[in-house]
């Protein structure tokens, strides 16, 4: 009998950028690697959310690194 081993797939960290209001409600774009929890709760909250097609190794937010402005 074969036993099947079920491994859960590595974390994936995308890149994503997204439209936020700035100082003055003037609209900033942001831009940072995120994990898919992450990933989620941002395209939650700002509809313009988009990756940008790269990959990383971590997330930015969880590691409590601030979303770059672009």
Known sequence: MTKWRTTKP?????TICW??????????MRQARLCLP?????ARKYPSARGCGQIGDS???CDGREPRTL
Request: aromatic letters at 4%; hydrophobic letters at 35%.
């Open 10 to 14: 590595p974390p994936q960290f995308l």
């Open 19 to 28: 439209e936020d209001t700035g100082e003055g409600d003037a609209a900033v």
């Open 59 to 61: 997330c930015d937010l």
């Open 38 to 42: 992450h990933r989620l709760e941002i």
